[in-house]
């Protein structure tokens, strides 16, 4: 996700290190006797790709540890780090299903592949291997923790389904959805992080927050790239929010200061589920530009709240992981 | 699921309030301040019926206690009730959408209602607040146990989907899948029920074993009403596994030992899922009876794992609950 600069070169192996050790400790969690399952563990696991949320775990240790790269030995940070990867998989294998896609990371879907069916039950699979291994570590506290933010992350996908081809969806709801869909678990890689690191309230919350804001941002880079990105770079079907019925913020944003005539164009775009008149109209319009300029205050808003604390020289690299959230093309 | 007799009167009012109150857990676990979220879960607390894994865990407890029924006073007992039933309701909505099934417990079932989507991002609800509510009662080995459980359960549905239309689908591996997809959780009641209540490690395997055997029964005698049970007392569409390709213990039984002629024939009823045909050929045969026969042996070789254990007379009461699993019609 991050190019590590110069100055942090010490944190460089030993980060590269324990995402090493979060792969293998997820790859050995889905182990199977049966190559029925096996064969599926190993389809998903292609779906790696930017591997924020293990990164945002294992740096939000590091800063929690005042820059002491040992604390990455810590098998249960490891695990935690395997664990939201787990459950993040799990969320792309049901949103495919959710949104009929045929492609992710440049391959086919589980769903397109081995049909709705197998990659409902695939994706419970990996949910219950993220509570295991999460059990595994032995702090009944923290899978309390992890239980409460799955709660919020479903509950977040239930609003949103609920607001399916649903113009009214206004600013403030938006938010709420994407706060719990995606900036929970990434705020809680912060905030759990930190936790077991051994760091202070302060340091936890302020991590969380860090991580929460930075989970906002990222979604919103998310529905931006869906409407305007490179297919190839982006490595999965373009414009599914709008086939699906999704009301996203560059959208909710034109609607907001369109004139009456914008106003119904958008309206035919939306309701027709026509991406060509929409990205035109988006061109014509600030839309996107006001969208992203959002996802900046919440980078800043995110680099703010860790702002004060001895993170150990660890605070340019989350601020080079905040802005790597917006300028991502993929 | 079980009348109680007279010699059992003491249990049946402490009982009964343990089951309200894990219906009470239940609910207030599933609370949502969107009622885009609560109201679906109200649907789904309607599909509660036989509450056979809540009552296997409660008396498993008072069994475990030596027919203490106090025992039932202890939250941590009615947590893991609660959380077993959430279970098991995440399987029968996730189910529903593999099944592309209409009815459920006399109503509709949510994919029906509210489309596949929903039905499996409130699957996914239920299954994280199973885990929430698991991990609050405070004992992280009870939840890697109840993981190892629900692991080897989508295991269990993995393989019987990766066998669809698949008449090769011999006598081991259907018990391979049906222990993994419905006795894991059963014996789980019994097991955890019992190890929650203090049970020594001997009582739990017992408890534990009595659970699976049950299980295995309760899904063959599943098998055989969806072929030949009363809809409107099972409650749900029948000839499901059929429409779905699922080979089960009938029909393999009478695969297992038909004439050349016969055997053709069923292989076009599987083929071409004739659901007629596949009855009268089953009722032309034995493979009905062989399929309850094989229940049967199950059950009594539960009741046997629990032989010469000092249950505090809870013994004859899991005996009749043992007894409902084959002489249920729903």
Chains 1, 2 share one sequence.
Do not use: W
């Amino acid at each position: 996700m991050i190019e590590i600069d110069p100055a942090h070169a010490h944190l460089a192996a030993p980060l590269a290190d324990a995402l090493g050790a979060v792969e293998r400790r997820f790859e050995t969690q889905l182990v199977s006797e049966f190559p029925a399952v096996s064969d599926l563990c190993e389809h998903v696991s292609r779906y790696r790709g930017k591997m924020l949320r293990p990164t945002m775990t294992l740096l939000s240790g590091i800063a929690a540890a005042r820059g002491d790269a040992s604390i990455l030995e810590r098998d249960a940070l490891v695990r935690l780090a395997a664990v939201v990867e787990m459950i993040h998989m799990a969320t792309l294998v049901h949103d495919d299903v959710l949104d009929e896609a045929d492609d992710r990371r440049g391959g086919r879907t589980v769903n397109r592949l081995r049909g709705n069916e197998t990659a409902v039950m695939l994706g419970d699979y990996l949910i219950s291997n993220a509570f295991h291994l999460a059990a595994t570590i032995g702090d009944a506290g923290l899978t309390v923790k992890l239980g409460e933010i799955t709660n919020t992350l479903c509950e977040g996908e239930l609003i949103q389904l609920h607001h399916r081809e649903d113009l009214g969806l206004d600013f403030p709801t938006y938010l709420e959805v994407i706060r719990r869909k995606t900036a929970a678990l990434v705020g809680g890689c912060g905030r759990l992080g930190a936790l077991v690191a051994g760091g202070d309230e302060r340091t936890c919350e302020a991590l969380g927050r860090f991580g929460e804001e930075l989970g906002i941002a990222f979604q919103v880079r998310d529905d931006i790239l869906d409407l305007d990105g490179n297919a190839d770079e982006v490595g999965k079907t373009l414009g599914r929010d709008l086939a699906k019925g999704k009301l996203t913020l560059p959208v909710i944003l034109l609607l907001d200061t369109a004139p009456p005539d914008r106003f119904e164009r958008v309206v035919h775009a939306f309701e027709s589920h026509d991406s060509e008149l929409l990205l035109e109209l988006l061109r014509e319009s600030d839309g996107m530009d006001r969208a992203l300029a959002f996802a900046r205050e919440r980078v800043d808003a995110g680099v703010a709240a860790i702002d004060g604390l001895d993170l150990g020289g660890t605070e340019s690299l989350l601020r080079d992981l905040a802005a790597s959230v917006i300028t991502r093309s993929r």
